[in-house]
């Protein structure tokens, strides 16, 4: 039997005037290391000792020993004037060989005089665990018979797969059938429609109002020079004003409008190259003959579809 108890009883009984005396008892000397074992201290005392807090240093200074609970002072009775009180230690060993679990110092009050006796020390077996080194024959492993459930995930599995592939050959197969969109088609805007537009635009941007006025006339002049070579197929772009003023004399445009245009383009060249610093009002006026020389030379055709009146229900 690997542990035996008997009750091993060490007698310390240090008689001060006869007030206290002690002992200190293990359930058994011997243990396995990882066991937990209890220290039990009885005192007897005089009525009227108070038993102070245990000091624990000498078991936690011992590596071997380690405390893990510790109960109160029970009183176990009383004989006469003399109280008899009880103590327990639960202790774990984590080293084996022979130890010796330390003395104790049991401290007291006697009125105002303090004083402590001790415990003696108590030799400790620890022992190892024993290895059970027996083993059991392995047991082959029991294969139970397949059933039909064992197979069902499979088939999902399966059917899954050739549902997506099934789904994947219809939609490109239905992307080959689809007819291509129909392109779009490229708007064609004539030279009178794309002036008044760019006019409108240059409008909007507030140039002259914010101070940019070689940028506005440089924009404005650049559409009406646009306008007369898609309109008419002079090289406006590259020619000077002097140039164009004399192709507009030899064709049948109104002398006014071409006049004023003349002096448009003109001044724009001055506000351009001699930085001139026209009128507030001469900006808004040509934007107006700019644009009524574009509605006014614009083809016939365009001119007559405007005018059109509704037909007669």
Same mark, same amino acid.
């Given at each position: 039997?690997? &542990? ?33 074992? &209890?220290?039990? *201290? ?13 000091? &624990?240093?000498?078991? =936690? ?76 024959? *392995?047991?082959?492993?029991?294969? @139970? ?42 708007? #064609? ?44 197929? *002079? #090289? =406006? ?5 002097? @140039? ?70």
């Amino acid at each position: 039997m690997r &542990r035996y108890l008997f009750l091993f009883c060490l007698f310390f009984a240090v008689k001060t005037a006869a007030q206290v005396s002690g002992k200190a008892t293990v359930d058994s000397t011997r243990m396995l290391i990882g066991d937990q074992m &209890r220290l039990r *201290i009885e005192v007897s005392a005089d009525k009227g000792v108070e038993l102070l807090p245990l000091d &624990r240093t000498a078991i =936690a200074a011992d590596s071997v020993f380690e405390v893990l609970d510790e109960s109160r002072w029970d009183t176990l009775g009383t004989a006469g004037d003399r109280l008899r009180l009880q103590k327990n230690l639960l202790f774990i060993a984590w080293d084996s060989g022979q130890h010796r679990l330390p003395a104790l110092p049991i401290a007291y009050k006697l009125g105002e005089r303090t004083d402590t006796f001790f415990t003696k020390d108590i030799p400790m077996q620890v022992d190892l665990p024993q290895v059970d080194t027996t083993l059991a024959d *392995i047991k082959p492993i029991i294969e @139970e018979p397949l059933k039909l459930q064992d197979f069902i995930w499979y088939f999902v599995g399966v059917l899954a797969l050739l549902g997506v592939i099934g789904l994947v050959l219809y939609l490109r197969k239905r992307k080959k059938m689809a007819p291509p969109p129909p392109p779009v088609p490229v708007v #064609q805007l004539l030279p009178h429609e794309l002036a008044l537009k760019q006019l409108e635009l240059l409008k909007q941007q507030q140039m002259w109002q914010e101070g940019n006025v070689k940028g506005y006339h440089s924009a404005l002049t650049y559409i009406v020079r646009e306008y007369l070579e898609g309109r008419y197929g *002079i #090289q =406006a772009l590259e020619q000077t004003t002097d @140039e164009i003023l004399a192709q507009l004399s030899q064709g049948e445009f109104n002398m006014s409008l071409s006049q004023r245009l003349g002096n448009v383009l003109q001044t724009a060249d001055l506000v351009k190259f001699a930085k001139a610093q026209p009128t507030t009002e001469f900006h808004e006026r040509a934007m107006e003959v700019a644009r009524a020389f574009i509605f006014e030379t614009k083809p016939a055709a365009v001119i007559a579809e405007a005018v059109k009146p509704k037909d007669v229900q």
